[in-house]
């Protein structure tokens, strides 16, 4: 039987009594068979399971009350916890917890939507409603609005978002949670901004408390259990269209940048994307169909990645345009037209070089379903990780990102991975309904094997990738639970003092340390010590 | 005989001659519900591909299960669960729960096992072997 660190079998079968008083003995798992569902079923060490994190056990609660009786007894016994929503945060750690030996505390059954109001436009649901649901409730009812989705619509708005979260296509799902109730760490319940004056009709509409606001605490956080949020919600739209505009040489990047930025700074523009299709032409990474010629593969295998002159000649050999960028907007039909003929009137005035397309509009978004088949595409592999540093929007960035990872392929010896990656691999950011972005975030798939030695190679790759681009001010945006201390150890401003104030006020919070301990790099004080 | 029944997001709607051909006339209620769970948890991975006329709607991507399926199997045989008649219960039921390869597994807090029953009765037409 694992057992919780520091934790006695007969402590902890005592615990386990009481979690079933709880719960209900048939939502407090403990037989190894049901055990074994909470881990990460795409774990980086598949072919070394003894690495692997795994739970000592398992709460299903069907309310907060249990929560927060869960979150006492957790404290009695100072048993940690680990609390996953729908736990289907597969490239990022599953709903395996940072420490093994944690219960996991599976919110799923609490997949109420409370209340949807589309007259002001705001949710209140529960952690375990997934998408899908939540997508089928609004069709049921009638409500034109779309959920922010990633690609599978089986997580959760709240899991996906408390994860920092992108969602497609409005981007930053975080920002659009406006109000949130907490279990803390003693078992008490918070609700944050106008839900801490105890009446809650202003709660999903303004974000603020008086004084600090406590919302970011919760966000890829260790302070508490979130057991409903309030989200701001759009309306569907009626359609979307956009523009690419493309060129053959590297510098004229630096001017449709330019012009990019003002017509989003404008509020012109709702996505907005740069790249290099000749270069990101050969990679197959993230599901990606290769169609460039080996020309270019060869050319990304160089140090210097190809001299601009040979770039420049390839382009011109095989008519893929060299570097490239584009922007799109959703909404009434007849607002997007104009904001659409606004922006190109404003690329020919601004003289912005390169050939102009408009793409074609579509009506709507896309329905929600669990979408997975970039996986299938891929070959034989057991699942997948993602390396997702923030970079800036700008040719500089993008060239150097790119670079840096290039030397680290290379000094690595994984010809491979280069090849597979090519250039610039995923790339989100620019998403904006909630927030304006002025980033972009690199998405690098790395795929698990089940072939210890390949695996462990990759792994150490992506150490190898988080250190170097983090010492270049590129630091990931959301990583893996097996890297998340790597990944913390980049933000090193003044000997670590964001992760040193965390600790602080996570002392101060979770004394015990039951929550999520090691979620994110942060750890209580019995287990940074030692 | 395929079964041509139309799915919207959110709703579950029959057309034709009943639930899936092996489903048993004593068991229709289990058919039914394990219909409703494939519709939810199974067919973002496992739709037909490419979809028919009265498909549901998919996304971006071809289902991957199902993919997944047709380069393993080659056209030996289909690709799509639903168009299967010789999936072996127990072995259903270690799927969903286990998981394989890049399918995750199922927890008993996401499908209970009294809706893993119903799904292995739609899948198969029977309860257990």
């Known amino acids: 039987m694992l057992l919780p660190p520091g934790v ?102 609490m997949n109420r939507i409370i209340e949807v109001n589309p007259r002001e436009g705001y949710m209140i649901v529960e952690p375990g409603v997934s998408f899908i649901e939540l997508h089928r409730y609004l069709v049921e009812n009638g409500i034109d609005y779309v959920p922010s989705a990633p690609g599978p619509g089986w997580g959760s708005p709240i899991g996906n978002a408390l994860d920092r979260g992108i969602g497609f296509p409005y981007g930053d799902n975080f920002a659009a949670i406006k109000g949130m109730e907490v279990v803390l760490a003693n078992g008490e319940l ?21 004084g600090p606001d406590l919302r970011g605490l919760f966000l890829q956080g260790n302070f508490g259990i979130v057991t409903k949020a309030c989200f701001w919600i759009t309306p569907k739209w009626e359609a979307s269209c956009g523009f690419t505009i493309t060129a053959m040489y590297d510098e004229d990047l630096d001017p449709m940048v330019d012009a990019l930025n003002q017509l989003a700074n404008q509020g012109i523009l709702d996505g907005f994307g740069i790249g290099s299709p000749l270069r990101s032409s050969t990679g197959s990474n993230d599901g990606r169909q290769p169609y460039g010629p080996p020309e270019a593969k060869a050319l990304l295998r160089q140090r210097d990645g190809g001299s601009p002159a040979q770039w420049e000649a390839l382009a011109r050999q095989t008519s893929i345009p060299l570097i490239g960028a584009g922007g ?78 290039r030397h680290v392929c290379l000094d690595a010896g994984d010809l491979e991975m280069l090849d597979d990656f090519g250039f610039s691999g995923g790339m989100l950011g620019g998403l904006s309904s909630v927030v304006q972005e002025k980033h972009m975030t690199l998405l690098m ?86 | 005989m395929g079964r041509r029944f139309i799915i919207v997001l959110g709703a579950v709607a029959l057309l034709g ?104 009765i739609y899948l198969t037409g029977r309860k257990g072997g």
């Open chain 1, 190 to 210: 918070l609700r944050t901004g106008r839900g801490a004056m105890g009446d809650d009709r202003l709660w999903p509409l303004y974000p603020y408390g008086l």
């Open chain 1, 328 to 405: 799109s907007m959703q909404g009434a039909r007849t607002v997007i037209q104009a904001k659409l003929e606004y922006a190109l009137d404003y690329l020919a005035r601004a003289k912005v070089p390169g050939k102009v397309e408009k793409v074609p509009g579509m009506p709507g978004p896309m329905p929600i379903t669990i979408d997975f088949g970039a996986l299938a595409v891929q070959g034989s592999n057991l699942g997948h990780y993602y390396f997702s540093p923030v970079i800036r929007r700008s040719r500089e960035d993008l060239f150097a990102v790119n670079e840096t990872i």
């Open chain 2, 17 to 120: 001659a009943g639930a899936r051909g092996m489903a048993r006339p004593e068991q229709p209620d289990s058919a039914r519900q394990g219909r409703a769970v494939y519709a939810q948890w199974c067919l973002g991975c496992h739709a037909r591909w490419p979809a028919r006329p009265g498909d549901p709607p998919m996304g971006r991507f071809p289902p991957a299960g199902t993919l997944r399926l047709q380069q393993r199997y080659q056209n030996a045989m289909p690709s799509a669960l639903e168009d299967r008649h010789d999936l072996a219960p127990d072995m259903v039921r270690m799927t969903v729960r286990n998981g394989i390869t890049i399918m995750p597994p199922t927890r008993k807090s996401e499908v209970s096992d009294a809706q893993l029953d119903a799904l292995v």
């Open chain 1, 445 to 530: 798939e790395f795929l698990v094997y089940g072939d210890a030695e390949k695996d462990a190679r990759r792994r150490d790759l992506f150490r190898a990738l988080v250190k170097a681009c983090g010492a270049r001010g590129w630091g990931e945006y959301r990583a893996p639970v097996i890297f998340q201390d790597e990944a913390q150890a980049q933000f090193s401003f003044n000997s670590g003092i964001y992760r040193r104030f965390l600790e602080t006020l996570h002392d101060g919070a979770d004394p015990n340390g039951i929550l999520s301990p090691g979620r994110m790099g942060i750890w209580p004080r019995h287990l940074r010590e030692g």
């Open chain 1, 8 to 109: 006695s079998q007969s402590a902890f079968v005592q615990a386990l009594q009481k979690f079933a008083n709880v719960v209900g003995p048939q939502w407090a798992l403990h037989d190894e068979e049901d055990v074994r569902s909470y881990r990460d079923a795409y774990t980086p060490f598949a072919a070394e399971p003894e690495k692997q994190r795994m739970a000592s056990a398992a709460l299903v609660p069907a309310n907060v009350e249990q929560v927060q009786q869960i979150v006492r007894i957790a404290n009695e016994y100072c048993i940690p916890l680990y609390a996953v929503s729908t736990g289907r945060n597969l490239g990022y750690g599953g709903c395996a917890p940072n420490l093994s030996g944690s219960v996991v505390v599976d919110l799923k059954r």
